[in-house]
């Protein structure tokens, strides 16, 4: 039995973190000698690591692995203070391509730190976002509303909350009311950390979840965001799929069936494009891209890619 149909999800694909960390990595290629260095990838999906490595472009994920005075970009994830002073000393060329929203979070914990908040940061263990920004103030991590049962703070009457900025509305919403209760007090950020694009990809997904009954997510398995694209979907009642491209696809996962296409945050257009070509092989004849938000936001370059010439190596 064929493809009923396919509903193609707006908006979708790379933000304008994603966008912006790319540049910054293209644009250092074509301003300084071979090779350039990555402090972990750049952006989290294998297809644009794998691509730029074949450009000269080494991923590392350990700081001590750049040679002395190399060009080293750190990835649009965030680095802690404790990297920066790192690269200082090894006298690296850096050019820091972490996402202004990541930015955003990091000069928050600093702030709140300084005036004597108790810091809650709710996120994923492991995650580089999550390293680089714990490593901005003391603060302690919550992943579930049971971490939130056992925290202790030297005074409950200040304390603050951030979120690793790729989360699922949904699971920090609980944690958020479960620190509420457990910190009448709690003071929220002025504006949610949570990113503009994940919340719209979420949103786009929970539209579609009445009109598909499979959703095949474009994205990589240590994509924070795509994955909770799966999470959204399998709440909603629809059976969700992460594939890095169109060979992973699995016929029998579509049979007869209407089927949902999104892309994380981090995952090209390009894949799409494979993945809706692929579904047409299969037997799919009517595609349709659902109305949504269109998304007009842009991150200016770092001033270091800006005064490049006198930046050279």
């Given amino acids: 039995m064929a493809i009923k149909r396919v509903v193609l999800a707006k908006p979708r694909g790379f933000c304008a973190g994603v966008v912006r960390a790319i540049d910054i990595v293209e644009r250092a290629l074509d301003y300084f000698p071979p090779p350039i260095y990555v402090f972990h990838e750049i952006v989290h999906n294998r297809y644009v690591v794998e691509n ?73 263990p492991g995650h580089e976002e999550v390293e680089g920004t714990m490593g901005e103030a003391p603060m302690q991590l919550v992943s579930n509303v049971e971490d939130v049962a056992r925290l202790e703070v030297a005074n409950p009457d200040r304390v603050m909350y951030l979120t690793q900025t790729t989360l699922s509305l949904d699971d920090v919403s609980e944690i958020i009311d479960a620190l509420k209760r457990k910190f009448p ?36 398995q240590n994509s924070s965001n795509s994955q909770r694209l799966c999470e959204v979907s399998m709440a909603s009642g629809v059976p969700a799929y992460l594939v890095n491209d169109e060979m992973e696809i699995r016929p029998e996962w579509l049979e007869g ?6 892309a994380g945050a981090s995952a090209p257009e390009e894949l799409v494009v494979r993945v809706l070509e692929h579904l ?17 936001v842009h991150f200016a370059l770092p001033q270091e890619l800006s005064h490049a010439e006198g930046f050279m190596v």
């Fill in 52 to 124: 730029l490595g074949k450009r000269s472009v080494i991923f590392v994920e350990r700081l001590e692995d750049v040679p002395e005075g190399a060009v080293c970009v750190f990835s649009a994830h965030g680095v802690s203070p404790q990297v920066v002073e790192l690269a200082e000393r090894k006298d690296l060329k850096v050019i820091d391509a972490t996402c202004p929203l990541v930015t955003k979070v990091h000069l928050e914990a600093t702030r709140f730190d300084r005036e004597g908040y108790s810091l809650i940061l709710i996120g994923h």
């Fill in 185 to 220: 007090s709690l003071r929220a950020p002025a504006k949610d950390d949570i990113c503009y694009a994940t919340q719209n990809r979420q949103n786009a997904v929970k539209e579609m979840s009445g009109d598909v009954e499979v959703l095949i997510v474009v994205g990589s």
């Fill in 257 to 262: 069936v209407e089927v949902g296409v999104t």
């Fill in 280 to 296: 047409r092989e299969l037997g799919a004849t009517e595609f349709r891209e659902q109305p949504g938000e269109d998304e007009n």
